[in-house]
């Protein structure tokens, strides 16, 4: 029996293993999926037994993705450009990482039919996830990202990466046609962003990298002035998709069923 992990701190929330799980009993794969919280001195750990076979590949979340790189033998291109790694698994002896975060977030947008190109975009946060939305964004050739985050350093030193993007100050609100938020802000049903809704204006897409709740009060807020929204759910379900791809050289259906599956 294979053996896969999702490795984070915490972990107790992710639904990884019950959506890989499903798909193991749907396709007939003989294997367990678990999670496990990891600190960051245990990562190594973690990757010698991937390199043993004692485990088959690894899911990567907060706060491990940029560091894990170190112990990993290559990195995807994506993996590589937003210094980002949610997927590892061996090949030939050499172990790799993945970032299948992107993928996700492409296909969300694809599935909802959201034509972002020449877009304004505002991207609340620069925390582990914002690298591969900007990579994504980039890629679809939107005209302009602005980054607004609590410690502006931190969006400085994203600046620095990827140099077209704009820093705005926490709490201004610019004008925007995608708004999208990458902070944890959201997760408590009580927790509230200090943008300006009005300023923005309707008829723009709003989008939440959380899943649950599936309605932040970002999202919410949104909604009420006639805005289009979306949560992370199919950016999560897709990042799950392409990491089985990679493992079980299968690519499991996404259907109702599945979205279902991972509903409160
Ligand atoms: P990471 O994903 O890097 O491990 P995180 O704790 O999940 O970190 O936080 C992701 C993002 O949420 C960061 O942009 C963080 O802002 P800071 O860089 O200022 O820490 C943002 N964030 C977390 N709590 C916040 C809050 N109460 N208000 C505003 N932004 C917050």
Known sequence: MKKYVVIGNPIEHSLSPKLHGYWFKKYGIDAIYEKAQVLDGELEQVISK???????????????????????????????????????????????????????FEQSLFEKHSNIKN???????????????????????VN???????????????????????????????????????????????????????????????????????????LREAEKRGNKIENGKLMFIYQAQKAFEIWHKTKPEVNREVEELLDD
């Open 119 to 141: 877009k304004q975009v505002l991207i609340l946060g620069a925390g582990g996830v914002t690298p591969s939305i900007i990579c994504v964004l980039q890629k679809l050739k």
């Open 50 to 104: 991937i390199k043993k076979g004692e485990i088959n590949g690894a899911n990567v979340t907060v706060p491990h993705k940029s560091k894990v790189i170190k112990y990993l033998d290559a990195l995807s291109e994506d993996a590589e450009e937003t210094q980002s790694v949610n997927t590892i698994y061996k090949k030939e002896d050499k172990i790799y990482g993945a970032n299948t975060d992107t993928f996700g």
């Open 144 to 218: 302009k990202i602005l980054i607004s985050n609590r410690t502006k350093y931190n969006a400085e030193k994203l600046k620095e990466k990827f140099t077209n993007i704009d820093v705005v100050n926490w709490g201004e609100t610019p004008s925007a046609d995608f708004i999208i938020n990458t902070t944890s802000v959201g997760l408590h049903s009580n927790d509230l962003i200090n943008i300006d809704y009005d300023k923005i204006g309707t008829n723009k897409f709003y989008y939440d990298v959380i899943y649950k709740p599936s309605k932040t009060n970002f």
